[in-house]
């Protein structure tokens, strides 16, 4: 519920309406001006923007880990299907060329569901809690993302000169 009483503006007046109201309607916490309502609320908004920072943050190292354990296990598996593939004319580049491709296109499809997912959740977080829309999102969330994706594709490239060296001849025997 809310109650809106009109002053002058004056300090006194203000604390006299606060005491009021205060003593009319208790309540758990004390009325408060129209500025210092806006002030709360800018300050939680930005308690919600810091928390979902450090979450975005927090996910891609975590995720780059557990990208690094699934590519080299990929390459791992198929360690003598490439030499094969190598000792028939494969060159290097094309079979680096096939494992970037079946590790990034995936990251990049997923990535657009989760930023999408994401924003989502939020437009309906912040209308039916706090009454907001999502507004256009700043430079610096596109700049994280984008660093978050370049990252993780600089994981896999960092799992490219394994390749070479699981894929020898050796590998192919028989024995």
């Not at 758990?28 to 300050?43: D, P």
């Not at 990251?107 to 829309?133: E, H, K, M, N, P």
């Amino acid at each position: 519920m809310n109650v809106v009483v009109a002053t002058d503006g004056s300090r006194a007046a203000v604390e006299r309406a606060r005491t009021m109201v205060d003593t009319a309607y208790p309540a758990n916490r004390q009325s408060q001006t129209l500025a210092e309502g806006r002030k709360q609320s800018g300050a939680e908004l930005e308690g919600f923007q810091q928390l979902a920072k450090v979450v975005i943050l927090a996910t891609f190292p975590i995720a780059g880990c557990s990208l690094a354990v699934s590519v080299a296990a990929a390459l791992g598996e198929r360690k003598r299907p490439f030499s094969l593939l190598r000792l028939s004319g494969v060159s290097l580049a094309m079979l680096r060329r096939v494992v970037l491709l079946e590790s990034a296109v995936p990251l990049l499809a997923v990535s657009a569901l989760a930023i999408g997912t994401g924003l989502l959740a939020a437009d309906l977080f912040l209308r039916s809690q706090l009454q907001y829309t999502l507004h256009s999102l700043g430079t610096g969330y596109y700049l994280v993302v984008a660093g978050g994706l370049a990252g993780a594709l600089a994981v896999i490239a960092a799992t490219l000169p394994l390749l070479r060296r699981i894929t020898g001849p050796e590998t192919a025997r028989n024995e």
